[in-house]
């Protein structure tokens, strides 16, 4: 049972364009929502964070928004760096059977063409 | 202020054998939880600690792994016997609080063969 999932496996973007990365969730408990990004042998890193009482979430280039009638975030990169260029991962908590922990998706490879 | 650190990064065993993986959680950090990652996947919950009991490990298969976090701090988590279908990244996480942002650590790869 995937509770969240990122149906995107890859997705190339040229430098300074936007970059939309999607995630969807089933679970109605999942009340925080994070984006992680990872790096080739390191461990991920926590890149923004919604709370489920806010629908958008601003730090610097990146804004995370959260349509919670759909079950869907999104993490928006603009403009695109080639430094940008990660596994992207969506991860959600909350109360239940989810407290104390995070479910992640399986990831999104973004790259970011100079 | 250090980050959590995993050892050993790299592991290469037989089948059957043992395995050991190591970590030092970010200090102050009462939460600590043991992730494992499969190629192409995100990672997957196997423990949850508080302090040092474990509160969460209903994703453990309990017949061949095994962790524990002594005094609280440092927790290890072993495999015996390793299987090939074990093959993955196991990546240690802390934070302050039970419903926070985590902290990675590096990962420990193991490859079993």
């Known amino acids: 049972d995937q509770q969240v999932k990122q149906n995107s496996p890859s997705l190339s973007v040229q430098e300074g364009r936007i970059s939309i990365l999607n995630c969807d969730y089933t679970n109605s408990m999942f009340d925080y929502f994070l984006w992680y990004k990872k790096y080739p042998a390191e461990g991920p890193t926590f890149l923004i964070s919604i709370s489920s009482i806010k629908d958008k979430n601003e730090d610097g280039r990146f804004t995370v928004f959260l349509n919670k009638s759909a079950k869907h975030l999104s993490l928006h990169i603009v403009p695109s760096q080639p430094g940008d260029s990660a596994v992207y991962f969506c991860?959600?908590?909350?109360?239940?059977?989810?407290?104390?922990?995070?479910?992640f998706g399986q990831g999104t490879i973004l790259t970011v063409h100079p | 202020e250090a980050g959590v650190v995993q050892s050993p990064r790299y592991k290469i065993i037989e089948k059957k054998q043992p395995v050991a993986f190591w970590c030092n959680p970010i200090s102050g950090h009462n939460t600590l939880y043991w992730y494992r990652q499969n190629l192409g996947q995100g990672p997957e919950l196997l423990i949850r600690y508080e302090n040092e009991e474990a509160v969460d490990d209903s994703q453990l298969p309990k017949d061949r792994f095994s962790a524990e976090r002594l005094k609280g701090v440092d927790s290890t988590l072993k495999i015996q016997p390793a299987e090939l279908g074990d093959s993955a990244v196991y990546l240690c996480a802390s934070s302050w609080v039970a419903a926070g942002e985590l902290f990675f650590g590096e990962g420990s790869r193991l490859t079993v063969l």
């Open positions: 991860a959600a908590g909350g109360g239940g059977t989810s407290y104390g922990k995070l479910t």
